[in-house]
């Protein structure tokens, strides 16, 4: 598995429940954030980005309709930092990886296992001016209004909500 990964495009994988600030017990009771972040790096992924992974806390036993592109992964029992550091040290290849994550502690664990480190913001300006893949026109594309309008949603724009 790790070998096709690898051959399809630049991995990311992104501490889910930190860069959504909701724990596992409040999107149990409000997926919505869950949802629209995983719509908007579908977006992203749609505009040519690299291979996504999500690592949410928890379990979603009831989510059955995940966005084309992007992979998740329920780290119960244990926490999605562990399932991180963990699939990172199982890897061949860990220095392929960059990790989406605002947790410093973390950010310093994957770092050790040999990924790469990007906070939302760094992540954010790449999903934002991201260039077209060949072929397409330099006009606004559809997901790029979806990634804006996730963005504004979470706050990420700079304007309060």
């Known amino acids: 598995m790790s070998r096709i990964w ?3 495009g630049m991995p990311y994988w992104f501490d889910g429940n930190n860069l959504i ?6 999107a149990a009771a409000d997926p919505r954030p869950r949802r629209e972040f995983l719509a908007a790096l579908a977006a992203y992924r749609r505009a ?8 949410f806390d928890g379990d979603d036993p ?17 926490s999605a930092d562990e399932a991180i ?16 994550t605002n947790d410093l502690e ?6 050790r296992a040999g990924a790469s480190i990007l906070d939302w913001a760094a ?3 790449k999903m934002r001016f991201h260039p077209p893949r060949p072929g397409r026109t ?11 309008e996730w963005m504004r949603w979470f706050g990420l724009d700079g304007k309060e909500r």
């Open 138 to 148: 330099r006009e606004r594309s559809e997901e790029a209004v979806d990634v804006e």
């Open 123 to 125: 992540f954010a300006a």
């Open 21 to 26: 600030g909701q724990s596992a017990a409040a």
């Open 48 to 55: 040519g980005g690299g291979r996504l992974l999500v690592f």
């Open 106 to 111: 973390l950010g310093a664990r994957c770092r």
């Open 62 to 78: 009831g989510w059955s309709s995940l966005p084309p592109g992007v992979a998740v992964r329920y780290a119960a029992p244990e």
């Open 85 to 100: 550091v963990r699939r990172l040290r199982e890897t061949t290849r860990p220095a392929e990886i960059t990790v989406v």
């Open 6 to 8: 690898y051959a399809v």
